[in-house]
């Protein structure tokens, strides 16, 4: 089965590398019309040239910015059908104690996972409805289903939030053609973040997180493409709510 995205119009988050970057360049090869967006100027600047896709450099956590966006591409014809928020993640940040944990460094993971999701949905679904069509797809994380690797306490509990927000989501846009679903990556060594984390594990972490998979190998951001890439397609249209794990069997 090959997926197809001929006259779609794909709004992908976190596009300036890993995860993000892997997809919006699967869905340009499916033959979708692609924006991309980002915090990282430079890297979403690169991704956009290699891509020859528009873009636009934003705090996706900024309800503000979010609207905007929305807003200027509605205005030019061209609001998405497909939203892909691969942006999120760490932002830079490593496991600490508890009692370290600052405001600042609590908040701004819960705006780049979960403020950024509710926004992206806020400001797309008001289109998606009135076409009758649309598809959400969140990146979420094996630490939205249980404890994280990361040892990050706001990014498994923001994870974990952006699982609920997926399902109510859900719930709310599916009778307008909307389908709200999440991918749930295990780890994979796809920016320089997870990269640290990788060689923070030393030879035995790696061993025994290997060995903890069932397929026995590390996946990549092109096995996460391949399964938002279905949840966005006309081929899984009765599919929603659903929080699909791809880690090789480790969960």
Known sequence: MRLSFEGKRALVTGAAQGIGRAIAASLKDAGASLVLADIDEAG???TAGSLKAKHHALDLGERSAVHGLIGKLASSGSAPDIVIHAAGGTRGQAG???EEIDEASWRTIFEANVDAAFWLA?????????????RFVAIASGAGLRPSLTGIQA???AKHALVGLVKQLSLELGPHGITVNAVAPGFVRSNPTTERQWQ???????????ESIHTKRL?????IAAATLFLASDEASWISGQILSVDGGRS
């Open 96 to 98: 600490r104690p508890l």
């Open 200 to 210: 923070a594990m030393g030879a035995d972490g790696q061993k025994r997180l290997v």
């Open 44 to 46: 979403l600047a690169e």
């Open 219 to 223: 996946g990549t951001a092109e096995d």
């Open 122 to 134: 806020q400001a797309a679904s008001p289109h998606m409805r009135e076409k009758g069509y649309g």
């Open 155 to 157: 990014y498994t509990a």
